[in-house]
Nanobody
Framework: VQLQASGGGLVQAGGSLRLSCAAS????????MGWFRQAPGKEREFVAA???????????YYADSVKGRFTISRDNAKNTVYLQMTSLKPEDTAVYYC?????????????????WGQGTQVTVSS
């Protein structure tokens, strides 16, 4: 599975950005797509995940720090997962990574994800 993340950029506090993660290669009817982020000097942390089972059913899960502000969604036709980020704060500044695992069990632990995309920088100015 290859993952290509895009959509990062510079935005003022209170603004919005939408990240995209396009997947290609091996497919599965059950999988989990996750977004993580890593700020300088900090560990990679979980942001949001979307678990799909039997193609149509899915669950989502968010870190408390982004709940109500970020939304993860998918477009099956485009094999793409999105992270819509609103009400951005300076503390959201980080490199954002998308990740995939071929199971439908959501995990917040980075090592549980087998496939990773390159990061995309999100910078929120105050």
């Amino acid at each position: 599975v290859q993952l290509q993340a895009s959509g990062g950029g510079l935005v003022q506090a209170g603004g919005s950005l939408r990240l995209s993660c396009a997947a290609s290669g091996r497919t599965s009817t059950s999988y989990t797509m996750g977004w993580f982020r890593q700020a300088p000097g900090k560990e990679r942390e979980f942001v949001a995940a979307l678990a799909v089972f039997r193609w149509s059913d899915y669950n989502t899960y968010y870190a408390d720090s982004v709940k109500g502000r970020f939304t993860i969604s998918r477009d099956n036709a485009k094999n793409t997962v999105y992270l819509q980020m609103t009400s951005l704060k300076p503390e959201d500044t980080a490199v954002y990574y998308c990740a995939a695992d071929l199971s439908s069990v959501i995990s917040t632990v980075p090592r549980r994800y087998e496939y990773w995309g390159q990061g995309t920088q999100v910078t929120v100015s105050s």
